[in-house]
């Protein structure tokens, strides 16, 4: 599958995360693209549902 990218970009990636190969590089560089999609995700919840402030989690492991 052909693909279009930075070669320079992609270069300075590989030597500043001491990856051996451009696969390695480039699968790193996207799990740390969606765990920050991820993080943003869920910084972007905050204040949209509601909160319950009688909830005891250590009652709820008393339970259990």
Do not use: C, W
């Not at 052909?2 to 992609?10: A, D, K, R, S, V």
């Not at 990856?19 to 799990?31: C, D, M, S, V, Y």
């Not at 991820?38 to 008393?62: H, M, P």
Request: no cysteine.
């Amino acid at each position: 599958m052909p693909t279009n990218y930075n070669p320079e970009l992609l270069e300075e990636a590989k030597r500043l995360g001491q990856h051996k190969t451009k696969q390695a590089t480039i699968n790193a560089a996207l799990k740390e693209y969606v765990a920050k999609q991820k993080r943003l995700a869920v910084i972007q919840s905050f204040g949209t549902f509601d909160f319950d402030e009688t909830y005891d989690y250590k009652q709820e492991r008393q339970e259990k």
